[in-house]
């Protein structure tokens, strides 16, 4: 694979399609064609499933009468805008049919189209609306068609999953549920899905969560919070049962029991268990204890978040390599922390009984003095305290600051890490000049966990080309590198004794021997070795 192809393998360019072609081919290359990369087909999918999902929200807020009936305009100019943006994406593949590898190949393409699975399903989301302007339809009999616009989801699903099946032909169902769950080879475009669709119930019912504390929201929607928390519940509990049960496929967890039981006191794991356990401890013990109060824990959900980014795994490794200094400033920290509130009780008890009642209540005050956030709710009164504040507060921002600076620092150390070893991995793949898929994929994986914008990949991928090319010139490598390496070592020799050769056709030999006999430089066998090359040279010059 040559350096260009790797580039367009491994980066993101600018798609050319030439203006030259017919209006037909050109449109559809630009706005549908899914073998053109860089082209619009994927942002048209990922918008077009965005407006799907906002319209089954719509439809859900729609049957509380408290947030429709004042906002029902507004919920009808967006049901309006729905419609003409599925319209108008329903006429534009119409009209591109016969450019689809699908039907062209029929002699009426758009009938063709027109009868196919996926152009019903636009249809059927649109035709209510429309309907409705020709024909008395009861409202809440258009609701529930209007509903049927989630099947347009399947436009996106079915060839993920037919992708899906054909990677995993033969292989058992737990290595299938596997490759949907874990990141392999195997998951493709349905492993994305999934995560996505994990990604996106943490967030609604984190959210859920958050508004279900406003008390005027949570009277009109409760029903509909239960609902969500239930479903919510549901998924995570299935995603949960589906890691623990397919584990035994992820290298390390291989044994039945142990392998799962690893697993399971995993970080990740006891996060996905925190995250569903409050539901099942009110339903089943409710009529034992007043659980209500775990309903907060349903927050922890927001941690499932932390498996989908390479941050969390970064500061993990930042945190775990600064640890000793971390836990010395912090001992430091806990040694002021208790010497300032003892000195607080000491000069304001007398002064200040009912604020500085004790040195474990001081200890509020000793935080936020040391800390620099000065709430102001408790502060010295005499004299003495006001001069200690004074110099505690100056003496903790610096101990206060240590802390951020060591991980600041140590994280940028770590991202600087974990590039160059990006770095060297792209130069072990380059050594052979081939990139493979599995390769590729591990470049493009890191990428995004290092945040690494195409550009940057690019320089990367250009820093590593510079020190295989360098590598590739034996004669800039050290002795011992050379040494290590058979090939270097043949051709370094090569390389010297050429030199030598050169030397002896532009020397005087008589001047040089000369030098060397008067000085004694070189040692005998020095003096015969050049000898021999000389008179070969010369006689391979006399021929």
């Known amino acids: 694979m040559s350096n260009q192809s790797i580039e367009s393998q491994l980066l993101s360019h600018e798609v050319e399609i030439s203006s030259d072609l017919p209006f037909r081919k050109w449109l559809y290359a630009w706005l549908l064609d899914p073998h053109i990369e860089g082209n619009h087909q994927k942002s048209i999918d990922h918008w077009i499933g965005l407006l799907i999902v906002a319209n089954l929200f719509a439809l859900v807020f729609e049957h509380v009468p408290a947030i429709f009936e004042p906002n029902q305009v507004w919920f009808h100019y967006f049901d309006v805008i729905s419609v003409l943006i599925f319209t108008i994406e329903y006429a534009v593949r119409f009209y591109l049919a016969p450019e689809d590898e699908e039907f062209k190949k029929h002699r009426f393409a758009r009938a063709r189209y027109a009868t196919s699975p996926f152009a019903i399903i636009d249809l059927v989301a649109i035709l209510p609306f429309f309907l409705q302007a020709f024909i008395s339809i009861d409202l809440r009999f258009l609701r529930f068609l209007r509903l049927l616009r989630i099947l347009k989801l399947f436009r996106v699903l079915i060839p993920a999953y037919k992708e899906f099946v054909q990677a995993n032909k033969g292989r058992t169902f737990r290595q299938k549920m596997h490759a949907l769950v874990f990141p392999s080879e195997y998951g493709g475009e349905l492993h994305h899905m999934f995560d996505t669709f994990i990604v996106i119930w943490v967030i609604i019912s984190v959210l859920a969560v958050i508004f279900e504390s406003v008390h005027s929201i949570h009277y009109l929607l409760n029903l509909e919070f239960l609902i969500l928390d239930a479903i919510a519940v549901s998924i995570f509990t299935v995603e949960y049962c589906l890691r623990l049960y397919c584990c035994v496929e992820e290298p390390g967890y291989q044994r039945a029991v142990a392998g799962r039981l690893k697993l399971a006191k995993s970080t990740s794991s006891i996060i996905d268990l925190l995250a569903i356990a409050p539901f099942f401890l009110e339903v089943f013990l409710h009529h034992l204890f007043d659980l209500r109060f775990m309903r907060v824990f349903r927050l922890l959900r927001l941690l499932k978040l932390t498996r989908y980014t390479g941050a969390t795994q970064s500061l993990s490794k930042v945190v775990a390599r600064e640890w000793p200094v971390m836990a010395a400033s912090a001992f430091i920290m806990l040694l002021l922390v208790v010497m300032t509130a003892s000195l607080g009780y000491l000069f304001e008890h007398e002064a200040q009984p009912e604020k500085f009642e004790n040195i474990p209540q001081s200890i509020y005050w000793a935080v936020i003095t040391l800390a620099s956030v000065g709430y102001g709710d408790i502060s010295p009164v ?21 802390p951020a600076a060591l991980l600041s620092s140590a994280f940028s150390d770590q991202l600087k890490m974990d590039r160059e070893a990006l770095v060297n991995k792209l130069y072990e793949m380059l050594a052979d ?59 370094h020799f ?10 002896s056709l532009l020397t005087d030999q008589d001047k040089f021997h000369a030098a060397v006999d008067s000085s004694e430089r070189l040692t005998e066998t020095d003096k015969k070795l050049w000898t021999l090359i000389a008179l070969q040279q010369s006689a391979s010059n006399e021929r």
């Open 494 to 503: 090569k390389h010297l004794l050429g030199q030598v050769r050169q030397l």
């Open 382 to 402: 005499t004299p003495a305290g006001r001069a200690m504040t004074i110099v505690l507060a100056l003496i903790g921002i610096g101990i206060f600051a240590i």
């Open 433 to 491: 000049g081939n990139i493979d898929e599995s390769e590729a994929e591990y470049i493009k994986h890191e990428a995004k966990r290092l945040h690494l914008s195409d550009e940057e990949v690019r320089v990367l991928i250009e820093k590593a080309k510079r020190e295989r090319e360098l590598m590739d010139d034996v004669s800039v490598l050290p002795l011992h590198k050379i040494a290590s390496n058979t090939d270097h070592t043949i051709e």
